[in-house]
């Protein structure tokens, strides 16, 4: 898609988004204004996708399955607006209208009946949008379980009173189903084989830890009262 925009539509995009001290560098600026810096920004992306994301991508993009998941549950026990408030903290349902305190400088964006998509993230740390024609109007958000994966990535987990009783694997899977998941779901965000997951979920829900149900084609494991209390009860 990136490959076919037209070399005229770039050229805007560019002298309204490239406005930093990096963009005025002459070595950016070749590129930039080059008659091929379509493909070669492409290019450049397609470099960047499999040197920094591609290996690590099943495990993002599980995050926000389960994001997806969570809201759609969300709609259905509290609504559109209860979901749409819970994005982010700065967001408001206002009179018909989500009114975002993050953007002041914005102003007001109409739908005009084309809707608004949704797009769970696992890089931006509040929230972004995209206004710009002929793009569909857009907010993309912070994706639950993201704060917990870098974190992850940071830090060894500390042992507590629920890794001492269950074990560092299934305290992880514990902890990591705040919202409904499905076995590869669980796999690929904790980057976990499906066998091992699979096992470990069968004798916590043996434990009454869990239980489980199916959603359209996928099963679901969520905790239990009991679950629930294990893990709010430890460190």
């Known amino acids: 898609m990136i490959r076919a925009t037209p070399l005229e539509a770039a050229r805007h995009e560019i002298a309204t988004n490239a406005t ?7 070595r950016v600026r070749a590129v930039l204004d080059s008659t091929d810096a379509v493909s070669r920004i492409a290019e450049a992306m397609d470099q960047a996708w499999h040197e920094l994301l591609a290996t690590d991508w099943p495990q993002l993009r599980a995050i ?27 967001i408001a349902w206002q009179a018909g209208g989500i009114e975002i305190g993050h953007f002041p400088q914005v102003g007001t964006v109409r739908l005009a009946g084309d ?7 696992v890089f931006v740390a509040n929230i972004a949008a995209h206004l710009e024609d002929p793009w569909p109007r857009t ?32 305290a992880r899977l514990l902890l990591a189903l705040d919202a409904p998941a499905s076995t590869s779901h669980l796999a690929r965000s904790l980057a976990m084989t ?23 084609r996928s099963v679901l494991y969520r905790r239990t009262p009991l679950g629930e209390a294990l893990v709010g009860g430890t460190g």
């Open 194 to 216: 499906p066998g091992a997951v699979g096992d470990h979920l069968a004798i916590l829900r043996g434990a009454g830890l869990l239980v489980r149900g199916r959603s359209g």
């Open 64 to 90: 926000c399955e389960r994001d997806v998941v969570h809201r759609v549950g969300v709609i259905g026990e509290h609504g559109w607006v209860t979901t749409i408030e819970s994005l982010h903290p700065s």
């Open 20 to 26: 930093g001290p990096s963009a005025r560098d002459p």
């Open 115 to 121: 809707g608004l998509l949704l797009i769970p993230s």
């Open 139 to 170: 907010l993309i958000y912070r994706a639950r379980g993201t704060a917990a994966l870098w974190g992850e990535q940071e830090s060894v987990p500390r042992p507590d009173a629920l890794t001492a009783l269950v074990g560092r694997s299934r």
